[in-house]
Every structure is written in C-alpha cells, then in structure tokens.
C-alpha cells in the first residue's frame, strides 16, 4: 500500500522560510514525476512544483523563484524548499505524483505565513 507522508509544515512570519518533506513508501517513487500541491481555504488543490524521475522541475508563477523542488530517490523522499514567504502562501501542503492518483493524497502539513 502506497502512503505519502509530509512533514516540516510551521508558522512562519513572512519572508521566512520552511522546508518540507514527503516521504514515500512501495517501489512507485523512482519512476514518477512527483508534485508539490497546496490548498487555501475556499480555493481548489493546485500544483505548485513538479520534478521528473530525471530531476526536470517546474514551478508555477506564483512561487517560481521563492521555492525549490528537490528529490532523493535512494531514500524515497521530495522536498520542498519555500523561501521568501508570503501570507498568500499560508495553504495545507500535500504531495502526490503528477499527475495525481487520489488514492495517494495524504493528510498534508499546513504552512501558516503570519506576523
């Protein structure tokens, strides 16, 4: 059974920084593009960062240049490195593969952007 599982979520005042982790269990997570989601309350889910197997990023607009995608596939681990912090980023964190598999979605870590 597969279970992702993000952590390093906080409060943080603006332009802080936070990095997030998600670990990944089963043999799935080498081979998949893997992403970096958020929800704000009353907005949908969006992507916000992706990575390939081969390490090719990509990142919205909102976040491009503030936030760094990294993975680690010998420990079946994605970061998200999140600099520059803004209250419009305070949303609940999740990662999935990209695209996603509902299946996968766990609780998520929340980032709170906050004086």
């Known amino acids: 059974q597969v279970q992702l599982v993000e952590s390093g979520g906080g409060l943080v005042q603006p332009g802080g920084s936070l990095r997030l982790s998600c670990a990944a269990s089963?043999?799935?997570?080498?081979?998949?593009?893997m992403g970096w989601y958020r929800q704000a309350p009353g907005k949908q889910r969006e992507l916000v960062a992706r990575?390939?197997?081969?390490?090719?990023?990509y990142y919205s607009d909102s976040v491009k240049g503030r936030f760094t995608i990294s993975r680690d596939n010998a420990k079946n681990t994605v970061y998200l490195q999140m600099n520059s912090l803004k209250p419009e980023d305070t949303a609940v964190y999740y990662c999935?593969?990209?695209?996603?598999?509902?299946?996968?979605w766990g609780q998520g870590t929340q980032v709170t952007v906050s004086s």
């Open positions: 999935n593969t990209d695209p996603p598999r509902y299946s996968f």
């Open positions: 089963g043999s799935f997570f080498s081979i998949n593009a």
């Open positions: 990575i390939t197997s081969g390490g090719r990023t």
